[in-house]
């Protein structure tokens, strides 16, 4: 199967027609399953106050909603996500804004989800200070993203115009630092590469070579250098 989609698309790896087409709405490695698999380690009980930074178009949003019962809603900066998503029958509350400036009141909420974000964001400490202070006391931070497991990756995997995850990522070490420098506790943290390898071959399967794809979406992407991608899945308590 060969998906043919035009090939000038978004700057932005996650707005590209060309990868959502094959991820869904959800547009992450391991997709909602890896949401569940987070909310099977948080224990939230229903009516929590959760909010879904970098929510795209709500896939997340609405299934906290629908599935758990939480009070959630969405943050992104992606007007046409979040345009996609109003447009949807029983669209839940989606807002515009940036991660590091939430439109909560300090300790409202019981968690954050942030689902391949982290390692998109110009200020990762500021984000991790504003999540902070928006949770609750206990409030659960959870967050699924890339990051190297060879160190840090240098030579990076791709290099394009535009924004996607392997930019920011970092190694495990100075991930952790990070969180705990800005005050949390990590809880949970797993490896989930093999999602990384899946959506790979999905890709492949859908445009026969990653090369093409890359086009599709308008990135111009190119492999090189030696740096090893993997995914990760990290639960952290305030």
């Known amino acids: ?5 035009p090939m000038k698309q978004s700057t932005n790896l996650y707005e590209s027609q060309a990868l959502r087409a094959v991820t869904g709405p959800a547009i992450r490695p391991g997709g909602l399953a890896l949401t569940e698999r987070a909310l099977a380690l948080c224990g939230l009980t229903a009516g929590a106050r959760v909010l879904d930074v970098g929510c795209g178009g709500g896939a997340t949003v609405a299934h906290l909603r629908q599935s758990h019962g939480l009070r959630a809603m969405g943050l992104d900066l992606s007007w046409m ?4 998503g109003r447009a949807q029958p ?12 939430l439109p909560v009141a300090d300790g409202k909420l019981q968690a954050i989800f942030c689902e391949c974000v982290l390692s998109l964001l110009s200020s990762p400490k500021s984000a991790l200070a504003e999540w902070h202070r928006a949770l609750a006391p206990g409030g659960l931070l959870v967050v699924s993203d890339l990051y190297a497991r060879a160190g840090q990756l240098e030579d990076e995997l791709f290099s394009a115009p535009g924004r996607c995850c392997l930019a920011g990522a970092v190694d495990r070490d100075t991930l952790l630092e990070g969180v705990t420098g800005a005050g949390f506790e990590v809880v949970v943290f797993e490896d989930h590469s093999p999602l ?11 445009y026969g070579s990653l090369e093409t794809f890359r086009a599709r979406a308008g990135l111009g992407c190119t492999s090189h250098g030696n740096g090893r991608p993997g995914y990760y899945l990290m639960v952290a308590k305030k």
């Open 1 to 5: 199967m060969h998906l043919s989609l």
């Open 81 to 84: 996500l979040l345009a996609e």
């Open 90 to 101: 029983g669209c839940p509350p989606l807002v515009q804004g940036p991660a590091e400036m």
């Open 196 to 206: 990384l390898k899946q959506l790979a071959a999905q890709l492949v399967w859908a």
